[in-house]
């Protein structure tokens, strides 16, 4: 049995910094993590990948194509759709060790895991043909969560993701270092959110598009409450405690480590005439 997590989330979302920061936690704890770049459009990342997209295909090859002149969201679907036809290749990178935990660090266009099916396809070729157990990572930039109406707004994003990927769902706020103490002790409040605070907070604004669509608010807070379909769960990365507190979770998602085997150590029984000597 493989291990993975398909980390997603939105531009700037941390994703990268997340990925290292998981590899440098497990390297102290004397564990191995690789890191699998999906991104064609990456520029940079303070990680060393165990396989690079960007070795089959940049986006950069679908922009310049003559025949099919990409822009940058279109070159990212190519790209994306070519890897699916090339995973003979992926196969190849990845190896065939058992007990590998890979990040598969993806693009950063939402839309691609949102309504497109082009993650799942690939998270279903893992699955099935290459054995790992997954579980998707959604990341959301803490900066994003601390009002009501961009909290509604991260929530549905997340639901999404989890709606259409199937997999196994952690969502995570990131970026918890850079909050002030304020804009924190406000973010707490969203991590078991109460709609009815929420909508008070919308209804309590005088911009025209809350009033006019306060049903509908009021519809996506209660279905929020009433089945508890999205929760999250904040990373520092500057705390420890924090980073182990969320690869626990994860772990125990995908069931990491439950089929090692249990390190016995056998015992020589003592002789009875040993026994009754010493005695």
Same mark, same amino acid.
């Not at 279109?74 to 890897?83: A, I, Q, R, T």
């Not at 949102?114 to 997954?134: C, D, G, K, P, Y």
């Given at each position: ?16 910094? #997340? ?7 497990? %390297? ?13 459009? %990456?520029? #940079?990342? &303070? #990680? ?13 090859? %679908?922009?310049?194509? $003559? ?13 994306? $759709? ?22 598969? &660090?993806?693009?950063?266009?939402? $839309? ?66 850079? /909050?002030? *103490?304020?804009?924190?002790?406000? /973010? ?23 009033? *006019? ?5 009021? %519809? ?5 409450? &009433?089945?508890? /379909? ?28 439950? &089929? ?14 040993? $026994?009754?000597?010493?005695?």
């Amino acid at each position: 049995m493989r291990y993975g997590q398909i980390v997603l989330g939105p531009a700037g979302s941390g994703k990268s910094t #997340y990925c290292s920061t998981l590899v440098r936690h497990a %390297a102290d704890a004397r564990k191995i993590v690789e890191v699998v770049n999906l991104d064609p459009a %990456a520029e #940079y990342f &303070d #990680y060393e990948p165990m396989a690079d997209i960007r070795e089959l295909i940049h986006v950069d090859d %679908a922009m310049q194509d $003559e025949d099919m002149h990409f822009g940058p969201n279109g070159g990212l679907v190519f790209c994306m $759709e070519y890897l699916l036809e090339n995973l003979d290749w992926l196969e190849e990178q990845l190896g065939d060790s058992d007990d590998d935990y890979i990040l598969f &660090d993806c693009p950063g266009q939402i $839309e691609l895991y949102t309504h497109m099916t082009v993650i799942r396809q690939f998270a279903e070729v893992l699955s099935q043909r290459l054995n790992f157990r997954l579980c998707a990572v959604f990341l959301i930039d803490s900066q994003f969560l601390v009002d009501g109406p961009k909290f509604l707004s991260g929530t549905m994003a997340a639901l999404s993701v989890m709606v259409n990927l199937e997999l196994p769902h952690l969502n995570i706020i990131t970026k918890m270092d850079l /909050l002030s *103490k304020a804009a924190r002790k406000q /973010l707490d409040s969203y991590l078991e959110p109460d709609p009815h605070v929420l909508l008070s907070e919308m209804s309590e604004s005088t911009s025209k598009w809350n009033q *006019k669509h306060a049903k509908l608010s009021d %519809a996506i807070g209660k279905l929020i409450e &009433d089945y508890s /379909l999205v929760r999250f769960c904040p990373l520092n990365i500057r705390d420890e405690e924090s980073i182990a507190d969320v690869l626990l979770t994860i772990d125990n998602m995908i069931q990491y480590g439950e &089929d090692t085997d249990v390190k016995t150590r056998d015992f020589e029984e003592q002789d009875p005439e040993d $026994e009754s000597e010493d005695s």
